[in-house]
């Protein structure tokens, strides 16, 4: 099991940057893919990114792309979502979560195992 930790949100306007963090401890995280999800009020939860254990592949939601970056430092057992350009829409509770698999089944909740508690995006308008 990953006991897993996020920070970083808060209220920014739109246009604005965010970086969020999330920790890692428990099992030997470098051997994990993580992904970032996020939910918003009423809404399902949805993928936003994910990167393979050795940060070779990275996933990406298209309407992300070219916004969002996804990257992790295993030595820090940390993965990181820096997001740029914000705009509204990104309101939402942001959670990364762990899975020991790979392929385009992590775009869905399905695999990860673990999950952190998330962290609060507002972005004003």
């Known amino acids: 099991q990953v006991q897993l930790v996020e920070s970083g949100g808060g209220l920014v306007q739109a246009g604005g940057s965010l970086r969020l963090s999330c920790a890692a401890s428990?099992?030997?995280?470098?051997?994990?893919?993580m992904g970032w999800f996020r939910q918003a009020p009423g809404k399902e939860r949805e993928f936003v990114a994910a990167i393979t254990w050795n940060s070779g592949t990275t996933y990406y939601t298209d309407s992300m792309k070219g916004r969002f970056t996804i990257f992790r430092d295993n030595a820090k057992n940390m993965v990181y979502l820096q997001m740029n350009s914000l705009v509204p829409e990104d309101t939402a509770v942001y959670y990364c979560a762990s899975t020991n698999v790979w392929g385009t089944v992590v775009r869905t909740t399905t695999p990860y195992n673990d999950w952190g508690r998330g962290t609060q995006v507002t972005v004003s308008s």
């Open positions: 428990g099992r030997t995280f470098s051997s994990y893919a």
